[in-house]
């Protein structure tokens, strides 16, 4: 009889001892599916308050905002955003010349939005006319008011543009016909949902091709 | 019987770690980074050299740049402005007819901004490593050249800026619009005034002293005044920023 119990409370400590950090462990792990929502949630919505905030720097520029601008923790809605609006010189035909920062931090996700853009002269009042050319990002925590991290951002986006340089070269460099061909040569390496509509893109490119 | 149950267990335990693992993984890697990344790759550095800019420094005038006449350029930048413009009002518009024309007016802004952006780098007026400053760039190089600063006048722009807008308000065409641009400016761009060379005249370009910023212009060299424009204040042709403050 006394044998039976004994066996009995083992198994119960058994089953205690085993159940309860497996239910832990259960619950850390829906908790961590909560988490990631959670992430993802902050990466949408610091992405979107960093495109808030390169709009809003082009509105200043429109507004006729002209010079060295570092704001920081600006707010849209509750989420906070900074800014950096830094000229670098002038056009030939005398519009100022900015590259714009714009980047938001949320939890542990950081997003940075460049942008450079043309401000034209009032003409004659505000708002001026205003071009934005690109937009480059990056997700590395930069800091957008340090001189020497908006260096590095520079360079690496130099760095890309000289890619998109040289793809603009060779489209340059091709007459419709070549081009379209070296578009449909790809068709075969395009994941199965691009395949069927390829040849019709490639029509459309074909025509948007840079072409002097 | 208490081995097999043991066994059971683990069996069980065994299976849901193959089961949670790894969520619980991606969520123990996902830690804050400081890391930020600045170095420039070697190639990319050879090939900056070898275009004759210096990464490391700036503000330096690239070697070989070119100094060709004033109006190639305005008229390419121009007529950018003209597209876009043209494409901004169409974007802006209610009118489906104005608005079937945005993919052809994209279409021509695009082309005239990649014309003027190749124009300017075959020049090395910019890169892309490097922060735009193109107006200094040719600046010091036309005064190296010619003696004296390039003939550019911000009330001019102004008003061929107005006169732009209005033809696009009247509904003409690009190609009138273009022709108008190309007399107003060829008026405007008048001859430097003093053409000889300065001898062994280096415009005082790429002294590394410049901080790059549009700043340079309101303490930078005062320009000859242009005959016919007096050097009054707003006026001064070279940038200077008082006349939209």
């Known amino acids: 009889m006394t044998r039976r119990r004994g066996i009995a409370l083992f198994l119960v400590l058994a089953l205690v001892a085993v159940f309860v950090p497996v239910l832990l462990y259960l619950s850390q792990t829906g908790s961590s599916q909560v988490r990631q929502a959670m992430k993802f949630h902050e990466v949408q ?22 010079g060295l601008q570092q704001l920081s ?9 900074d800014l950096t609006l830094k000229p670098t010189g002038q056009g030939v035909v005398l519009q100022n010349l900015y590259h714009l920062f714009s980047r938001c931090a949320l939890g542990r996700h950081s997003y940075i939005l460049m942008s450079d853009a043309e401000q034209l002269q009032p003409d004659p009042d505000p708002p001026v ?31 890309d543009l000289l890619g998109f340089e040289a793809t603009k070269n060779y489209e340059r460099g091709k007459t419709p016909a070549q081009y379209e061909s070296d578009l449909l040569a790809k068709q075969s390496s395009l994941p199965q949902e691009l395949k069927a509509d390829w040849s019709s893109i490639a029509g459309v490119l074909k025509e948007e091709k840079l072409q002097f | 019987m208490i081995r097999s149950v043991s066994k059971a267990f683990i069996l069980a335990v065994i299976c849901l770690l193959n089961w949670s693992l790894p969520a619980v993984l991606a969520e123990v890697s996902d830690t804050a980074s400081d890391f930020r990344p600045k170095e420039v790759s070697a190639n990319t550095l050879t090939s900056v050299a070898a275009e004759g800019f210096d990464i490391n420094n700036k503000d330096a005038v690239p070697a070989g740049v070119k100094v060709r006449s004033s109006l190639e350029l305005e008229m390419a930048i121009q007529e950018y402005l003209m597209t876009f413009d043209a494409y901004r009002e169409a974007r802006q518009s209610t009118d489906p007819e104005a608005r079937a024309k945005l993919p052809k007016l994209l279409k021509a802004y695009r082309e005239a901004y990649a014309k003027a952006i190749k124009m300017m780098r075959d020049d090395k007026l910019i890169h892309p490593m490097i922060p735009q400053n193109p107006l200094k760039v040719y600046k010091e190089q036309y005064k190296a050249k010619h003696g004296a600063y390039p003939p550019l006048d911000k009330r001019d722009y102004k008003e061929l800026r107005k006169a732009i807008k209005k033809a696009i308000k009247d509904g003409k065409s690009t190609d009138e619009i273009l022709v108008m641009i190309r007399n107003r400016v060829a008026n405007l761009s008048r001859p430097a005034p003093v053409p000889t060379p300065v001898p062994g005249g280096g415009g005082g370009s790429g002294d590394g002293s410049d901080d790059g910023d549009d700043d340079d212009d309101r303490t930078g060299p005062k320009p000859i005044p242009q005959p016919g424009h007096p050097p009054s204040g707003g006026h001064d042709g070279h940038g200077g920023h008082d006349g939209h403050h």
Not at chain 1, 48 to 66: D, I, K, M, Q
Not at chain 1, 137 to 148: G, K, M, Q, S
């Open chain 1, 45 to 66: 919505q610091s992405e979107s308050v960093a495109l808030s905030g390169t709009n809003s720097g082009l509105c200043r520029l429109r507004g006729n905002l002209t």
């Open chain 1, 73 to 81: 923790n600006l707010l849209l809605g509750d989420t906070s955003y």
């Open chain 1, 129 to 159: 006319m205003v071009i934005s050319h690109d937009t480059w990002n990056t997700v590395e925590p930069y800091d957008i008011n340090l001189a020497a991290d908006v260096t590095a951002m520079e360079n690496l986006r130099g760095q």
